[in-house]
T-cell receptor, first 115, second 116 residues
Framework: DGGITQSPKYLFRKEGQNVTLSCEQN?????MYWYRQDPGQGLRLIYY???????QKGDIAEGYSVSREKKESFPLTVTSAQKNPTAFYLC??????????????FGPGTRLTVL | GENVEQHPSTLSVQEGDSAVIKCTYS??????FPWYKQELGKRPQLIID?????GEKKDQRIAVTLNKTAKHFSLHITETQPEDSAVYFC???????????????FGKGTKLSVKP
């Protein structure tokens, strides 16, 4: 899982601002995911992308946007429409190929705090 | 869609004792069940996984059992140590042979505390 990086580690946002969280992987994985983690809530899927130039909404996509212009990169933008964005954000990736289930590897996370 | 429930939400054991965490899932088509360990402030890391064609899998002090009929699977940690203290998440997904992998659906986690 060392092949996935996220930046920044900590991010502070003022109300009304859009912020972008970076996720990069050098594992040559096709599929990438964004999760939000709140205390006691587990991991909830925001967006996912199975292939370059394609992405799908997860369970809690409102107030977020993504792009997948390159295989290695899947940035997440937290928009001002997200009313409660303070959380720990995790990016993950999987190979997405073959017939057997493959491991989902996580990045180190970004902790976003709204001031 | 799939729903995964995990129990208990917190678990405290004495060092050396065993710990068991249980998860149930709703979609009988789910065929892949990983377990992740997350230490405070760190990323989740896969510790063990099981596929639906296997009933039990063991890796040193960690084992996972799967009951497809009852749609539940469990994590067993024996001879617990203080470094086992963390939050543990179960998950379920569907892998379609020749197709794409379904998304992981996570349980809400179990906070395990191992007292020295």
């Amino acid at each position: 899982d060392g092949g996935i990086t996220q930046s920044p580690k900590y991010l502070f946002r003022k109300e009304g601002q859009n912020v972008t969280l970076s996720c990069e992987q050098n594992l040559n994985h096709d599929a990438m995911y964004w999760y939000r983690q709140d205390p006691g809530q587990g991991l909830r899927l925001i967006y996912y992308s199975q292939i370059v130039n394609d992405f799908q909404k997860g369970d809690i996509a409102e107030g977020y946007s993504v792009s997948r212009e390159k295989k290695e990169s899947f940035p997440l933008t937290v928009t001002s429409a997200q009313k409660n964005p303070t959380a720990f954000y995790l990016c993950a990736s999987t190979s997405g190929q073959g017939d057997l289930p493959d491991t989902q590897y996580f990045g180190p996370g970004t902790r976003l705090t709204v001031l | 869609g799939e729903n995964v429930e995990q129990h208990p939400s917190t678990l405290s054991v004495q060092e050396g004792d065993s710990a068991v965490i249980k998860c149930t899932y709703s979609d009988s088509a789910s065929n892949y069940f990983p377990w992740y360990k997350q230490e405070l402030g760190k990323r989740p890391q896969l510790i063990i996984d099981i596929r639906s064609n296997v009933g039990e899998k063991k890796d040193q002090r960690i084992a996972v059992t799967l009951n497809k009929t009852a749609k539940h699977f469990s994590l067993h940690i024996t001879e617990t140590q203080p470094e086992d203290s963390a939050v543990y998440f179960c998950a379920a997904s569907i892998r379609n042979y020749g197709g794409s992998q379904g998304n992981l659906i996570f349980g809400k986690g179990t906070k395990l505390s191992v007292k020295p």
